[in-house]
Structures are given as C-alpha cells and as structure tokens.
C-alpha cells in the first residue's frame, strides 16, 4: 500500500472494528469482522472487491454509519458536517428511490429539502437527468422503469445534492456494457466535478477495473483486506490498452492469493 | 358503448351469479315453494319500487350515504395522522398499544346507550357510533402499515433532514398507504353496518335506509322490506368499488397495481 502524502486527509478511517451479526444460524460462527482497519483518502475513488456473502454490504454500512460496530472507531472527516454528505445507495436501486414519486420528483426532492435555490436546483435537475440518460422518462414513476433505467435513477438521485463521500453497493449489476461505460464516465465526471469521495463495492472483475484509482480485495471470516492495488490508469479506460491489461492481471493475481 | 362492453365482459363472473341468484329467487316464488310472506317474487319487489321512491326513499339513502362518509372522513382525518404519529414516536405507541386493542375488543354496538348519554339523540350519535369503530380500525392499520415501511428508504429521507412532520406526511404516509387502505375498506363496512343498525333502533323520528326497512317490515310491507335491504347491499358495493378506484388511482406507482391493470 502506497503511504499517503500528508497533505491528502482521510474522508474515512476504520479502526480495529468488530462486528457480528446476533441471528445468523447457518453453522459459520465467528464475527465477520474482528480488528479490522481500512482508510479512505478525501477524493479518492476505491473499489472493494470481495465474493458474495464476504459482508461488503455491511462494510459499506458501517460506512455510512447505519451500522454501529460492537467495538472499534469509524472515523469521518471533520468536514462531513451534515447527514447528507456520507450516503449509501443500496444494492436494490427501489431501496433508494422514492417509488411514489416520478423519476424526475426523485431528484427534486432532496434538493428542495435540503434548501437549494430554484435556479440552481433546476439546472441540476437538468444536468443530471442528461447526465444520466433519464430525461425522457422524466415523468415516469419507478415502478415503470427497467432494471438498468432504475439502478441510475437510485445514483442520480443519490448523487444529486452533491453529498461528499458516496458508498455505491454494486452500482452496474443491471447494465449492459453500452450503458455502464456511459454511467461509469457519468460517475467519474461527477467525482471529479464535486469533489466527491467515491467508494464502489463490487464482485464483479471489470466493474473493479471501470472507475477505481485503488482497489482493495476482501476475503472473509473474519473479513481482512487480502490485497489493495493502485490502478493509476488514465479515464476514460480502454480495454485494448497494455495498461488495462496489466491492472486486470494484477487484480486476477490478488484476487486468486487472496482465495487461495 | 365500447366502455359498457368491456364492464360486462370484466364483471361477466360477478354478472353471472347475480342472474343465477335472480333465477333461483323467481323460481322458488313461482313454484310456491316458501311462503310469499317470507319470500315476495322479485316482481313484487320491483314493483314496489315506485311507491317506495315515492315515500322519500332517495333522501333514506341520502342520509344513510352521509352519515357513512361523514363517519369515514372523521375516522381518516383522525386516524391517519395519530396512527402516522404514533408509530413514528415509538415510546407513544408501546404506552397507548395495550389500551387500543382492548378498546377495539370491546363491540361498538354495546357502546351506544353511553353514545346517547354523551352525544344525545340525533346525528351526532349516529355518525360518533360509525365513526369510533372506524377510527380505530384505520388507525392500527396506520400503526403497521408505518411500522413496515422500507427501513432503507427512511434511511434516505433522515439524510435530508426532514421534520417529524415532513418525515410523517411526505415520506411514512406514503409507506404506509397500502395498510392504511386495508383499514379504509374495513370501516366502510363498519361504519355502514352500524348506521343502518343504529337507524333501525334509535327511533324517534330520525330516518334514513335502516328505519326504512324497519318500517316497511314493521307493517308488513315486504316487497319493500326486501327492495329496501337490496339497496342497502347496493350501497355497500358501490362504497367499496369506490374505495377501489381511489385506491388504485392513489397507488398507481406501486408494482403490482400496474401489473393488475
């Protein structure tokens, strides 16, 4: 692991948490989490990559804070001063929408709430339903929409108050690989844009190769970090290139020592 | 004509029933089996129609109709808001729990002599009776309704810093609503069960479609006892077929009303 310049400051550090959840009754016993330490630098946009069942969901959690761990620190940085700049958008994009209300209401909502002027709220609106290629169904309720349509109505809403640290738990699940090359350049704008703090989980190879500058492989029981690789490759990312190939080999590497 | 085609085609089982029932009642008076005292033919009743309409039937059922929706509107603007409250203020709702299940044990029925203590004879009576029973039903449904509502979805709205009553009306009304239509269609057959009941004992003077029928059956009138209980399931239908439409109409962004459509 590269060591931080001093001037970067963290936007999250964990610190030698323990966490279990009381009901499982599947035989496994242990804590899933126990001394485990992991820091996050401020504008940094970190993949965590780990099988399913490993407890991502709930690192991204604890995270947020929506999770209090039985013991250790999660420290975020002074500057998140409000409950809406650390947000985790859920796996399932309906957890994170509003379905009673339109696809554009979604993103309207929070930046009413959270007090944006009009102007400045309608030129969002417009910026990230463009953004995110929701503009036509600007008017359409959740329900209505298509897994991939859904899955980037629960970012674009998620994203549209300009919260600071956002943890995405399998963001591109349900889009095919036109859309998520576009939704993935769409978050990287974004990041880049807002000065945002972008933590993506994921089980899925390329989705950990689209977007991170860093990517931290996860085994489980109790959860430890088996690998955490720099990927300073440029954006957007070709495929075809010999650095793309080299950083898909590395996380293949890490991944296979890492179950191994 | 196309819409009234497709009615009869949507409603062709329900349709069906009704004609076989018809044909069985006309058949059992026409072959004498029962007495046409206890069972006049559906002529009869038809024919009675008239003279019932002529003695003021329309404004019976007006009153009946509005005793009904005054009690739901009272038990809806109460119940919804005190049952979002409630379940959102926790603590409240584990202290009032106990005292609100043993109220709804209790048969609204054998409440209405301290009724009349309290409110008196006449309307208030009436529509308090429909409306009390009503108001609880749609009030622990509210209670559930909120406290099943998507635990990731309230995560999101505390992100915004949302009042309690912005939380309540804009965020768990809307969770909740599904239950809190189960509870709606509920009292509505509470709340008429209990006027029409109430109307036919209160007496003295009050009318409305459940004195009819008492008075009718009082006197023997029983084409007109049988035309006058006929409306009174016609008006539940209807009541609930509305219920339906708002509900539909009200959670049209929900999955599986679409799907239905």
């Known amino acids: ?260 | 004509m196309v819409s009234a085609m497709g009615w009869f085609k949507r409603n062709s089982g329900g349709l069906l029933f009704l004609a076989c029932l018809l044909g069985a009642w006309a058949a059992v008076t026409a072959l004498r089996l029962v007495d046409s005292l206890v069972l006049p033919s559906p002529w009869s009743v038809v024919r009675a129609a008239p003279a019932m309409l002529h003695e003021r039937l329309l404004a019976d059922i007006g009153l009946t109709l509005g005793r009904v929706l005054l009690a739901l509107v009272f038990a809806c603007a109460l119940g919804i808001p005190s049952g979002l409250l409630l379940s959102y203020r926790r603590r409240a709702y584990e202290v009032l729990e106990g005292p609100l299940h043993a109220l709804r044990s209790v048969p609204a029925s054998a409440l209405f002599p301290l009724f009349l203590i309290v409110a008196g004879v006449g309307e208030i009576s009436i529509v308090a009776l429909a409306a009390y029973p009503s108001l609880l039903v749609i009030l622990v449904n509210a209670v559930s309704g909120a406290a099943l509502a998507n635990q990731r979805r309230l995560y999101q709205a505390r992100l915004l810093n949302l009042t309690t009553l912005q939380m309540v009306f804009e965020v768990l009304f809307y969770e909740a609503l599904p239950s809190i239509f189960d509870g709606i269609r509920t009292a509505v057959s509470y709340s008429l069960v209990l006027v029409i009941a109430v109307e036919m004992f209160i007496g003295l003077g009050e009318r409305g479609l459940g004195r009819a029928i008492y008075l009718y059956q009082s006197t023997y009138r029983i084409p007109e006892t049988y035309g006058a209980i006929v409306i009174a399931g016609m008006i539940g239908i209807l009541l609930n077929s509305a219920v339906t439409r708002v509900q539909n109409h009200m959670l049209r962004w929900m999955p599986n009303v679409h799907q239905e459509q």
């Open chain 1, 1 to 260: 692991m590269s060591t931080p310049a001093l001037s970067t400051s963290s936007a999250l550090q964990i610190e030698d948490v323990d966490f279990s959840y009381q009901a499982r009754s599947d035989g496994i016993d242990g804590p899933l989490y126990k001394e485990f330490s992991l820091r996050i630098e401020e504008g940094s946009i970190v993949t965590i990559m780990g099988a399913s069942g490993v407890g991502k969901s709930t690192l991204g959690r604890i995270m947020a804070g929506t999770l209090t761990p039985r013991r250790g620190i999660v420290r975020r940085s002074p500057y998140f001063t409000k409950p809406s700049d650390v947000v985790y958008v859920d796996q399932h994009p309906m957890n994170s929408v509003f379905p009673w209300q339109t696809v554009i209401e979604n993103v309207r909502y929070p930046l009413k709430k959270l007090n944006w002027e009009i102007a400045a709220r309608h030129e969002r609106i417009c910026y990230l339903l463009t953004l995110f290629r929701l503009s036509d169904l600007a008017d359409v309720h959740p329900a209505q929409l298509s897994g991939g349509e859904l899955q980037r109505l629960g970012l674009c809403r998620c994203l549209s108050w300009k919260p600071k640290l956002v943890i995405l738990d399998e963001p591109f699940s349900a889009l095919d690989g036109r859309v998520k090359a576009e939704i993935t350049s769409a978050l990287h704008e974004l990041a880049l844009k807002d000065h945002m703090t972008l933590v993506l989980i994921t089980h899925n190879v390329s989705d950990a190769l689209a977007l991170g500058m860093r990517c931290i492989i996860v085994a489980k029981r109790p959860i430890r970090v088996m690998a955490d690789l720099d990927f300073p490759v440029g954006f957007p990312r070709d495929e075809s290139t010999a650095d793309y190939d080299a950083m898909q080999q590395a996380l293949i590497n890490g991944i296979r020592d890492g179950l191994v």
